[in-house]
């Protein structure tokens, strides 16, 4: 069995200079902590990609958490989630004590259902007992289609977080995901297109949103020199460093995002003449990143199963994954209430996500390349 000699990994950090020199800089000035010009910078410059308000965090699940608090969400609320999603985006309804609801994808984005949230706000609409908020994830660089979402969480007057955490650098209709809701948040962490070793941002339509954002991250301390509360705070705040090396990431957002994308037509290219094998669905209305190279497998025309092409390419010191798995199939959630499911489950049955790192080399995509066609019986390698 062929081994690479170092393993590809699924999706890595991809850094430069920049971020060393601003990490130096921090140093230099002894600023390391939870404050710092670095920490300002980013998120002026946040603000100006954005344009909006923004307040930097420890993590997009520390943003969710506080963007669903900002929504009002609270013990006993319900709160709409798509269950194709990553336990981050989610968990943070548990910590308020709320109850999700889970919603089944779309397969032309693979997120949030416009169709099935429809359904289920008129059926609360008529039970008078709406959700208190409801969040749309932009799954793998791409993003919901967010006008019609947009349309019915307005008619029935229910606000939409969007977790943009896996879509910085992607667009939908030439605006920036994360900016359409009341609030966005965006996670910095490790395996993302840009990183700041871990890592957050909540941006916000109002002002005094991030605000609150800002006091609750900060252990929701009040004016005055004495340690006075009147309100749970959290420790959440983002690191000088964190955001230096933030910083130093965004300088090459574009530049990530195309090799990102280089990397996924690379493999369809590499697939088109492998019978059931495609890449996820490109919408139209938007550019989708691919910050994952996600593909579907059909099993009968390909020939082998997801797994055993997962396994394979483990076994050739390659980091391959299958697709989320969806929240409703989590025994953490095995109470929650869900609305569909079936495609979110054949996603993840079928999904694979690719090793996608920005930095793969020609000799590496190679290389999962040919272990990927060795997979496929239909084929002599
Ligand atoms: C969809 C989604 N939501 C939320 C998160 C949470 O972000 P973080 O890891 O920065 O807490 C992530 C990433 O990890 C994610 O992929």
């Avoid at 603000?47 to 923004?54: A, I, M, V």
């Avoid at 994808?105 to 059926?123: G, H, T, V, Y």
């Avoid at 879509?167 to 995901?177: D, E, M």
């Avoid at 209305?285 to 997962?310: M, Q």
Wanted: aromatic share 8%; glycine share 8%.
């Amino acid at each position: 069995m062929k081994r690479y000699p170092t393993r590809i990994y699924l999706s890595k950090p991809h850094l430069g200079t920049w971020e060393r020199r601003f990490v130096q800089e921090a140093f230099e000035e002894n600023w390391v902590s939870t404050v710092g010009r670095h920490l300002n910078d980013l998120e002026a410059e946040f603000s100006t990609y954005t344009g909006l308000p923004s307040v930097a965090v420890a993590t997009g699940t520390a943003g969710i958490h506080l963007g669903l608090k900002l929504l009002g969400v609270r013990d006993g609320d319900e709160v709409v989630s798509p269950t194709l999603t990553f336990a981050g985006g989610c968990n943070p309804i548990l910590y308020e004590r709320a109850r999700p609801v889970f919603i089944d994808s779309e397969r032309q984005s693979w997120n949030l259902d416009p169709n099935l949230l429809e359904q289920f706000l008129r059926r609360r609409a008529s039970q008078g007992a709406l959700p208190r908020a409801v969040i749309v994830a932009h799954l793998f660089g791409q993003c919901a289609d967010m006008d019609p979402l947009l349309e019915i969480c307005g008619r029935f007057e229910v606000p939409l977080l969007e977790d943009a955490a896996e879509a910085l650098g992607a667009s939908y209709k030439g605006r920036v995901p994360g900016t359409l809701a009341k609030v966005g948040v965006y996670s910095l962490n490790g395996n993302k297109i840009i990183t700041g070793s871990t890592g957050g941002i909540l941006v916000a339509q109002d002002e005094l949103m991030v605000e609150k954002a800002r006091y609750w991250a900060t252990q929701a301390r009040d004016p005055g020199a004495d340690y006075r509360h009147s309100e749970l705070g959290y420790n959440y705040r983002m690191s000088n460093i964190v955001a230096a090396i933030a910083r130093g990431q965004m300088k090459v957002l574009e530049e990530r995002v195309e090799q990102r994308r280089a990397v996924a037509f690379h493999y369809r290219e590499a697939f088109a003449e492998l019978p059931g094998i495609e890449l996820m669905p490109q919408a139209e209305y938007g550019k989708h990143t691919n910050w994952l190279s996600c593909f579907l497998v059909d099993e009968e025309r390909f020939g082998a199963t997801r797994d055993t092409i997962v396994s394979t390419l483990d076994a050739a010191n390659i980091e391959a994954r299958p697709v989320w798995k969806p929240m409703h199939t989590q025994k953490l959630y095995r109470d929650a209430e869900v609305v569909g499911g079936a495609v979110a489950e054949e996603l993840n049955r079928r999904g694979i996500c690719l090793p996608s790192s920005s930095s793969l080399s020609e000799e590496e995509q190679a290389f999962v390349i040919e272990r990927v066609r060795a997979c496929c019986p239909r084929i002599t390698v």
